[in-house]
């Protein structure tokens, strides 16, 4: 099969250019390809997760990624989407982000053989830039009138758009330019909110070079309301564990809505398309397995087999999918949660809660209790309730009286 297909059948496939050539090409051809990623935090989020899960498809059937961090582009910020502007980092930051970026990437694309991933970092060439140059070079095809209609400006302009950001979109074109002239790179990749500086790229390239170059778009994970997906009541969904636990990364998929379970398969695990069809095919309270199953593949890809287990177990535990799961009664006088392990049965004395608090085994809900003087958090004192669990099996449901 072309590698289209595939997309195309999953739901990825957004908006493309020129897609019967591109169709061909990718059938005759292995091709590489790019994806840009500004390092705007010191971790991917769930937004970033189907532009590389299009990455790990194309590697699969041949076509050689490259995943471009936008160590210049950084420093100005994509405007796309946005009603302000960025806030502006530091070169350090940016350099630490992308190090993280680079860590969590090798979890879902290989980096090895005869087509295995490049990085690359925009800030190689766009750092030492000559203003004057790149404006003779670069800036004389791009009409200023078309950029005005971009859909990536639109939001920006009834509170103004700078300058500064204005050139965004001439630095993400040069990009595709760069990675085509040194690695023959012909496909740019990414979200659906790059289209128009996506557009500009290929249109620079086949302008420039006499080149051929196209772009593709994937799909943006919305809800039934039409909002992005991967807000949490904690803020975004990030991949690294220690801005989002895997017990709330887990909880996330397995509370999607029903109408939404199939679409998160085929988009963000790599599960059979027969499989996914039958294990979606009921939406009354069978689906609640299907959620299950797609929290289990999705935490798996991103956290790992082992911690993906135990999210399972201890969400099983905690809303009773799993068997009867003890619940004791404690006055609301005592916060402690030393005193409250004692109560509960969890430990026999404050030594031995001491203890299983400093080796890491005691939580609450997701949260690990770091200090052995912690005390009750504040939104489980509002809501009356919170699971205890000490290690992988023990799980008390405290209930605040």
């Not at 705007?40 to 050689?64: C, E, N, R, V």
């Not at 060439?125 to 200023?144: C, K, M, P, Q, T």
């Not at 778009?217 to 904690?234: A, R, V, W």
């Not at 294990?279 to 309270?285: A, H, I, N, V």
């Amino acid at each position: 099969m072309n590698v289209m297909d595939v997309l195309r059948e999953r739901g990825f496939i957004k908006q493309t250019v020129y897609e019967d050539e591109l169709y061909k090409m990718l059938d005759n051809e292995k091709v590489a390809f790019y994806v840009g990623f500004d390092p705007t935090a010191d971790s991917l989020h769930i937004g970033h997760y189907i532009p590389i899960m299009a990455m790990a498809w194309m590697q699969k059937f041949g076509h050689k990624p490259i995943a471009l961090f936008g160590g210049g582009t950084g420093m100005i910020g994509d405007p796309s989407g946005r009603s302000d502007m960025r806030q502006m980092m530091t070169r350090e930051t940016i350099d630490h982000n992308i190090e993280c970026f680079k860590n969590q990437m090798s979890r879902f694309i290989s980096f090895e053989g005869e087509n295995g991933a490049i990085i690359a970092n925009n800030a190689d060439w766009l750092l030492a830039l000559n203003y004057v140059d790149f404006l003779r070079e670069i800036g004389v095809h791009f009409s200023v009138n078309k950029m005005l209609t971009a859909e990536c400006f639109k939001q920006r302009m009834e509170k103004g758009l700078t300058f500064f950001e204005f050139n965004y979109m001439l630095m993400q074109g040069y990009d595709f330019l760069v990675l085509n002239r040194k690695y023959n790179c012909k496909l740019e990749v990414g979200g659906d909110d790059q289209w128009s500086n996506m557009l500009a790229g290929v249109d620079l390239i086949r302008r420039k070079e006499q080149k051929d170059a196209y772009c593709m778009t994937c799909t943006l994970l919305l809800n039934s309301e039409g909002k992005k997906m991967g807000k949490t009541q904690k803020g975004a969904l990030w991949l690294d564990e220690n801005k989002c636990s895997v017990y709330d990364f887990f909880q996330y998929f397995r509370n999607v809505e029903d109408c939404k379970v199939a679409e998160c398969m085929r988009l963000l695990t790599f599960m059979d398309m027969e499989e996914i069809a039958e294990l979606t095919k009921y939406q009354d309270e069978r689906i609640n397995a299907a959620k299950e199953r797609l929290a289990y593949e999705v935490t798996k890809l991103v956290h790992g087999e082992e911690k993906a287990a135990l999210a399972r177990e201890q969400a099983r535990a905690a809303f009773g999918g799993g068997g009867d799961m003890p619940s004791i009664e404690i006055s609301k006088e005592t916060t402690s949660i030393i005193d409250i392990m004692i109560e509960a049965g969890i430990a026999k004395s404050k030594g031995e809660a001491r203890r299983l608090i400093e080796g890491g085994g005691v939580s609450v809900g997701d949260e690990k209790v770091a200090s052995i003087y912690a005390e009750v958090p504040e939104n489980a004192k509002e809501s009356g309730e919170f699971i205890l669990h000490k290690g992988k099996k023990v799980h008390v449901k405290i209930l605040l009286k």
